[in-house]
């Protein structure tokens, strides 16, 4: 019989020792990340660099890495017997990147998939979960420099939520890029504004859609969902008589107000039950720029509040992605090329 190979009890009993004191999320300094490359056709500086020929393996230093495994994982034993299951011997880590201005702000509200906040870091610092490597776990009991990437509980719940949707997003028809181009490009280039309607936009969220047919129609219609943040959508108790809207306000909003118009008097109003119908008309103008000439039409929206968004909701509604809104300068810089966070 073939004696199967194990490694030695010592490694073993000191990688188990230190295991219990890792977590997702916990950083350490001075890792590598490797991806295969062609290097006859680099497509970053870092395997351009390398001049070499051919299939193979480029290798990035990190000031920081993030692991990124669920802490249920990282406590498992590194090793057992097969008939025992063989053990959890690996972990997955990310490289850690800083980001400045408009992606700092974006990638921080969640709009940017690919990062994920580590603000018990530094504020500015993110995981770029594009950039995934496996390590053994005995790597991270000799680690040097560990910390707590996330700083706080909720941070630490951000985190987790950022890397499950980054593995769980929906796919989307390839019609929907389509459909909200143009939307997309207006939360672009006003979201950071220091205009009102840059000032609205900082508090929405998310946008998710809620699917009115079938993902598989000939036709596929579609409602945008706009989460807004509580203090700007006040809640409207269901169970009270809610004041009168003022008649004058109705038959202004019948005459078919620009986007600038509803943001200038959303601005002004601090009466709830006005606020409330307002972010119901922004959200359905916002929707409105979509295009109506392909698969995926946009019939209408919807504006409420992140405190009364019911979590069946959230399961049947997948999060429209905000990749788009730091495309541009995305590409502007590789992903390799990015600040490493530093002390």
Not at 178 to 195: E, I, N, P, S
Request: glycine content about 6%; hydrophobic content about 40%; proline content about 6%.
């Amino acid at each position: 019989m073939t004696e199967i190979w194990q490694p030695s009890e010592e490694v073993v009993a000191a990688t188990d020792a230190t295991k219990k004191l890792w977590q997702q999320g916990h950083v350490f300094e001075q890792g590598d990340t490797v991806w295969i490359a062609d290097r006859d056709r680099p497509l970053t500086s870092t395997t351009a660099e390398l001049s070499a020929t051919g299939l193979g393996v480029t290798r990035a230093r990190d000031a920081f890495l993030v692991v990124v495994s669920q802490t249920c994982d990282i406590v498992r034993a590194c090793w057992q017997p097969p008939e025992a299951g063989g053990g959890r011997p690996f972990v997955q880590v990310c490289s850690v990147v800083r980001l400045d201005g408009d992606e700092q702000t974006r990638a921080a509200k969640g709009w940017t998939p690919r990062y994920a906040h580590l603000p018990g870091l530094a504020p500015n610092a993110f995981a770029d979960l594009d950039r995934f490597a496996t390590l053994e776990k005995a790597v991270l009991s000799a680690a040097n420099g560990k910390g707590d990437g996330c700083g706080s509980d909720e941070a630490r719940l951000r985190f987790a939520q950022a890397v499950a949707d980054y593995f769980g997003r929906f796919a989307f028809p390839d019609q929907m890029e389509k459909a909200v181009t143009v939307l997309r490009r207006r939360f672009r280039d006003k979201h950071d504004g220091q205009r009102n309607e840059g000032a609205l936009m900082r508090n929405v969220n998310e946008i998710r859609v809620r699917p009115v047919s079938t993902w598989d129609a000939d036709q596929i219609e579609i409602e945008l969902i706009f989460l807004i943040e509580p203090s700007s959508l006040p809640s409207l108790d269901q169970c009270a008589s809610h004041p009168v809207l003022d008649p004058t306000l109705r038959e202004w909003a019948d005459k078919s107000p620009k986007i600038e118009e509803i943001v200038t008097r959303l601005t002004k109003t601090g009466l709830p039950e006005e606020r409330n119908y307002l972010w119901q008309l922004l959200a359905g103008e916002w929707a409105k720029l979509a295009d109506r000439a392909g698969r995926v039409q946009v019939v209408g929206a919807e504006a409420i509040s992140t405190m009364e968004y019911p979590i069946l909701r959230m399961c049947n509604e997948p999060k429209l992605s905000f990749d788009h809104i730091s495309f541009d300068s995305l590409n502007r810089t590789a992903s390799h090329q990015r600040r490493p966070v530093t002390r």
